[in-house]
């Protein structure tokens, strides 16, 4: 299972690593307590932990394992660029004097170890979209031994939530409870698969609230958590001290270790089954849009507009045409309040807006030239900057038929681990039928040139395509190292 890093030292919680046994010590007084009792054996156990919700909970957590079969290409993609062709040779394909293994990509197996709780007792599952992205065979190993193997529904790489299916009925689903009640100090339990060692416990507290800005995913909302999570637990439950599911283990903290730091993140359970019930309602995920670039407010900004305190989210810039113009929202207003509820900061708006339905109407209080006034609006579905590459109308089929791409921004730039001035466009879908499947062509990597040709945006990418021939030769950034792939 892949590391993921962020710019934060920020790891999702994949893979197998080491697993490091520490001994605890309990120090006793030379005389014990002359009020130590022994329970008598009729007595039975008195239980003032945990182990009556941990009974409870986990047979509704699973362990999944998925695989996938991974093309390694060729330095080239089986074309050399014509500066490098004296080096091997200069028949048609540029590749002669290249050894075979050189010439041929060579696939590889890569095998991936997580965890998932059932949701309902038809053999729904919630799981992270990294633990089964990409996967070719998922299988669920439920608590009593049994497997099955795993559909996928559908999955949301923007919250990195996936809901998984399998052929069973009369399975133990966990409550799932309202992530909005939890609060900092909590008790949190993470049960999960860490390192592939089996069925896990691990207690701690809630230890924040609301993280954002770590640059995992593009929506974030993270419960933080110092309940220990490892590698493995990525999909697991974290649940309260009812036993109740309050979030999805997502992520851990790394700083040059793959285990636990005492810090790890989950997804809050209503973002999660927001998700879970638009995939298995619509099949896809889809957001509202207000359209507008919202800032935090800091205390010399709140100054500055001529408001007390340091809340709400500055409208720091309008998109022409949606829904916030032509409801009246303008530059430097503050929003206060949604539907009546206040808004601390830019965060909670956006994650507040992207969970309601597209053509929701919503009603904003806002600030603007020292009074506070209302605003209707109805929202709209969030418009995405997507290009895809189709098939022609004469019926002939582009190489990159299939592949979807998009413009790459600062923030994807950063989950990608680039810098924020990367140009190019990122590679969001590839259809299993796709040419440049066989390629090597990944989701996640930066089409930068398309036959030498520099692309910076989808307009370039679509307007190179147009010119492309039955042959076409990519330059791709992919984590910070540039190859050519020729499809």
Do not use: C
Not at 3 to 29: E, I, Q, Y
Not at 66 to 71: A, D, N, R, T
Not at 96 to 122: H, N
Not at 205 to 220: C, D, F, H, K, P
């Amino acid at each position: 299972m892949r590391p993921k890093t962020a710019a934060l030292g920020v790891a999702l919680a994949l893979g197998l690593g080491g697993l490091g046994l520490a001994a605890a010590n309990r120090v006793w007084n030379d005389n014990p307590p002359a009020t130590l009792k022994l329970a008598d054996a009729d007595e039975g156990p008195s239980r003032t932990g945990f182990a009556p919700v941990v009974k409870k909970v986990l047979p509704a957590v699973v362990n999944i394992s998925s695989s996938k079969v991974v093309k390694t290409p060729t330095a080239f993609g089986g074309q050399i660029p014509d500066e490098l062709r004296q080096f091997f040779g200069d028949d048609s394909q540029g590749r002669r004097g290249m050894p075979r293994e050189q010439r041929e990509p060579r696939e590889q197996r890569e095998q991936g170890l997580g965890s998932g709780v059932i949701v309902s007792p038809e053999g729904y599952i919630l799981t992270n979209n990294h633990v089964v992205e990409g996967a070719t065979d998922v299988k669920v190993t439920l608590s009593d031994k049994r497997e099955f193997k795993a559909r996928v529904v559908g999955a949301d790489p923007k919250t990195d939530i996936a809901v998984l299916k399998i052929d069973a009925s009369g399975l133990p689903a966990i409550v799932i409870g309202d992530s909005s009640k939890v609060q900092i100090g909590d008790y949190a339990l993470a049960v999960g698969n860490p390192f592939g060692v089996g069925k896990t416990v691990t207690m701690g507290i809630v230890s924040a609230l609301g993280r954002t800005n770590l640059g995992i995913e593009a929506y974030e909302d993270f419960i933080q958590t110092d309940a220990p999570i490892n590698p493995g637990n990525s999909g697991g439950a974290l649940i309260d001290d009812r036993g109740e599911l309050v979030g999805i283990n997502t992520a851990i903290i790394s700083h040059g270790s793959e285990g636990n730091q005492g810090i790890g993140f989950a997804v809050p359970v209503n973002l999660a089954r927001t998700v879970m019930d638009q995939i298995l309602k619509n099949g896809k995920v889809t957001r509202a849009y207000l359209g507008i670039v919202p800032q935090d407010v800091t205390p010399a900004m709140a100054k500055a507009f001529g408001e007390k305190e340091p809340h709400g989210a500055l409208v720091g810039d309008v998109s022409p045409g949606s829904p916030a113009q032509r409801s009246g929202l303008l530059k430097g207003d503050i929003i206060l309040e949604l539907n009546g509820k206040p808004v601390e900061d830019a965060n909670q708006l956006r994650m507040s807006i992207s969970m309601m339905s597209p053509d929701a109407g919503v009603t904003l209080k806002v600030f603007r030239n020292g009074a506070e006034r209302e605003l209707a609006v109805k929202l709209a579905e969030l418009p995405v900057k997507e290009a895809s590459v189709r098939s022609e109308s004469n019926g002939t089929k582009s190489v990159l038929s299939g592949v979807a791409v998009e413009d790459v921004d600062a923030q994807t730039a950063r989950q990608l681990g680039l810098p924020a001035n990367t140009a190019g466009v990122v590679v969001t879908n590839i259809s299993p039928s796709s040419p440049a499947v066989d390629s090597g062509l990944r989701r996640g990597d930066v089409i930068q040139e398309v036959n030498r040709q520099p692309v910076k945006n989808t307009s370039d990418f679509e307007r190179a395509m147009r010119s492309s021939k039955d042959q076409t030769l990519l330059l791709v950034n992919r984590q910070g190292s540039t190859m050519y792939v020729a499809v």
